[in-house]
T-cell receptor, first 111, second 113 residues
Framework: DAKTTQPPSMDCAEGRAANLPCNHS???????VYWYRQIHSQGPQYIIH???NNETNEMASLIITEDRKSSTLILPHATLRDTAVYYC????????????FGTGTSLTVIP | NAGVTQTPKFRILKIGQSMTLQCTQD?????MYWYRQDPGMGLKLIYY???????DKGEVPNGYNVSRSTTEDFPLRLELAAPSQTSVYFC????????????FGEGSWLTVV
């Protein structure tokens, strides 16, 4: 079963930062936090992952709380192309383990 | 770079028929996965494999079978198709050489009538 909780939907104005929260209160010490997104009915696309430090790449930033029980994905300047379902997943580092998706957050970027 | 390739993209199946969804990856990943996604829902893990010759059940394995005879291929077989198996099926692969992330194919749309 998915071990994360996300709001079902969010809106964001184009050009503004989109902040997507995720609760993972039962996360284990060796589990990473992964974020994926799914645009329309395409296959999910990897965005970013982290263990306990904040991470940033060309797509987004990931902020993980000190107790690791929650995290926030930040899209710094949302565009219409960022409209998608965003999934937060926790999993041990070896991807041979089961990799469970929940229902995610449907983000709509508004012009 | 093909990545993860799934065939067929679309298929209509009659109740009781059987078929195999093919999945091939060219990234030398050890780990492969099959998910299904019903309309408006999240992805559910059907089966996964940690390497050739090794498979294990996910959340919703009933009605499906898999095999992993090579690193590249991970076919999903539907036996005695039922309307409840109407869904979009995604294959994915990953491994330590991919930075512990997984990559998805484009999906196979299956309708059982």
């Amino acid at each position: 079963d998915a071990k994360t909780t996300q709001p079902p939907s969010m809106d964001c104005a184009e050009g503004r930062a989109a902040n997507l929260p995720c609760n993972h209160s039962t996360i284990s010490g060796n589990e990473y936090v992964y974020w994926y997104r799914q645009i329309h009915s395409q296959g999910p696309q990897y965005i970013i992952h982290g263990l306990k430090n904040n991470e940033t790449n060309e797509m987004a930033s990931l902020i993980i709380t000190e107790d690791r029980k929650s995290s926030t994905l930040i899209l710094p300047h949302a565009t219409l192309r960022d409209t998608a379902v965003y999934y937060c997943i926790v999993s041990p580092p070896r991807t041979g383990n089961q990799f469970y998706f929940g229902t995610g957050t449907s983000l709509t970027v508004i012009p | 770079n093909a990545g993860v390739t799934q065939t067929p993209k679309f298929r209509i199946l009659k109740i009781g028929q059987s078929m195999t969804l093919q999945c091939t990856q060219d990234m030398n990943h050890n780990y492969m996965y099959w998910y299904r996604q019903d309309p408006g829902m999240g992805l559910k893990l059907i089966y996964y494999s940690v390497g050739a010759g090794i498979t294990d059940k996910g959340e919703v394995p009933n009605g499906y079978n898999v095999s992993r005879s090579t690193t590249e291929d991970f076919p999903l077989r539907l036996e005695l198709a039922a309307p409840s198996q109407t869904s979009v099926y995604f294959c994915a692969s990953g491994g330590q050489i991919s930075g512990n992330t997984i990559y998805f194919g484009e999906g196979s749309w299956l309708t059982v009538v």
